[in-house]
C-alpha cells in the first residue's frame, strides 16, 4: 500500500510542479511536460511490478503508437484560442478530435495486425 502511495504523491509532484512551471514561463512548463517523465516512471514502476519483457514492449509500442494521435489537439487548442474561442470550448474540441483519432488509430492497428 505504501508502494501505491509513493507512487501516486510523485506522479502528483510532477504535475504540480509542471503547472507551477508554466505559470511562470509557459515555454519551459511546455518543454517539461512534453518530456515523457510520466511514461518514463511508468516504465520503471512496471518493470519493478512485473519484471516482464514482453509486457513493456508492448507497453512502449503502445505508448507510441497511442500517442500519435494525440499530437494534433496541440495544434487545435490554440489555433482555436486564437480565434477567439473560450477555453473550454477549445478544450472540448481537442479531446474530440483526440478521441476521433484514437479509434481511427485503434482500426487501422487491429487493421495492420499491430497490437500495441
Not at 10 to 15: D, E, H, Q
Not at 45 to 71: C, E, I, K, N, V
Not at 90 to 106: D, E, K, P, S
Amino acid at each position: 500500500m505504501s508502494y501505491l502511495i509513493l507512487k501516486a504523491i510523485l506522479s502528483a509532484i510532477i504535475i504540480v510542479a509542471v503547472s507551477e512551471v508554466a505559470r511562470r514561463s509557459p515555454g519551459i512548463g511546455a518543454l517539461i511536460s512534453a518530456l515523457p517523465l510520466i511514461t518514463v516512471l511508468s516504465m520503471i514502476w512496471l518493470w519493478r511490478d512485473t519484471g516482464d519483457a514482453d509486457r513493456m514492449a508492448q507497453y512502449a509500442q503502445g505508448t507510441f503508437w497511442y500517442g500519435l494521435p494525440s499530437q494534433p489537439m496541440f495544434l487545435l487548442i490554440p489555433a482555436l484560442l486564437k480565434r477567439g474561442f473560450a477555453f473550454w470550448t477549445a478544450l472540448a474540441a481537442g479531446w474530440v478530435l483526440t478521441i476521433v483519432l484514437y479509434m481511427g488509430m485503434a482500426a487501422l492497428l487491429a487493421r495492420g495486425d499491430i497490437r500495441p
